[in-house]
């Protein structure tokens, strides 16, 4: 049980264009959900947190702007790279909270913008 | 400020010995302990967690944790290793409540040679 679900697991996109990555929890509810981006080689960075039915909540250095996040559901929410850049390439993770404290991860979207 | 430290960016070990990863913490109040396996180009893989209880947690593919209160650690440990072991291991610690953020270690690289 707890799985989460990601897609795409990788896409190219070309720099301006938006790209949208959903992240669903397939077996259970979530109202909330967490974004990450890793840097190579480099831990997970806290991009935003997701919660179902309301605003997301940002981390200082995060345009808000520029990811979008809506969480219109309890079992899926979506991360919108607005024009996007070389930049944003990375590796984008979710995970959706369970129990209170428990974190399920999805398995990562990698994004390339050329 | 609240902080997870793994000391060691990278661990090597000859395969059949026993390993240890280590993971120290500096929180306030009583925190949830985990420890994550990233395989690369995927997300977060959960290992075994520390809520309350026993020390000696055990967890998936052979990995214990033994949560020490007094000296703040939390290190990964398996009594033999396996080359398909070799991954970026994350520590992490987390409270309960209904947004609750995951403080990240920053990793180890965990090489098992044959």
């Known amino acids: 049980g707890a799985v989460v679900s990601q897609h795409p697991s990788w896409v190219i996109c070309k720099s301006g264009t938006s790209v949208k990555i959903e992240c669903r929890s397939l077996?259970?509810?979530?109202?909330?959900m967490f974004w990450y981006r890793q840097f190579p080689k480099q831990s997970l960075m806290l991009m935003a947190t997701?919660?179902?039915?309301?605003?997301?909540?940002?981390e200082q250095g995060v345009e808000k702007d520029k990811f979008l996040i809506n969480h219109a559901s309890l079992t899926l929410s979506t991360l919108t790279v607005t024009s996007a850049h070389p930049e944003d390439s990375s590796f984008y993770i979710c995970?959706?909270?369970?129990?209170?404290?428990?974190?399920?991860f999805g398995p990562g979207t990698r994004l390339t913008v050329t | 400020a609240q902080s997870v430290a793994q000391p060691e960016d990278q661990v090597n070990v000859a395969e059949g010995n026993p390993l240890t990863v280590k993971c120290t913490y500096s929180?306030?109040?009583?925190?949830?302990l985990f420890w994550y396996v990233q395989y690369p180009n995927r997300g977060l893989q959960f290992l075994l967690k520390?809520?309350?209880?026993?020390?000696l947690v055990k967890g998936s593919y052979g990995f214990e944790a033994e949560f020490n209160k007094s000296q703040t650690s939390f290190h990964l440990k398996k009594p033999s290793a396996l080359v398909s072991d070799s991954a970026l291991y994350f520590c992490?610690?987390?409270?309960?409540?209904?947004?609750?953020?995951?403080?990240f270690g920053s990793g180890t690289r965990l090489s098992i040679r044959p």
């Open positions: 077996d259970f509810q979530a109202t909330t």
């Open positions: 520390y809520i309350t209880g026993d020390n």
């Open positions: 995970s959706a909270l369970l129990n209170g404290y428990e974190q399920y």
């Open positions: 992490a610690v987390t409270f309960y409540s209904s947004a609750s953020k995951i403080i």
């Open positions: 997701s919660n179902e039915g309301s605003k997301a909540t940002y």
């Open positions: 929180v306030s109040g009583n925190p949830y």
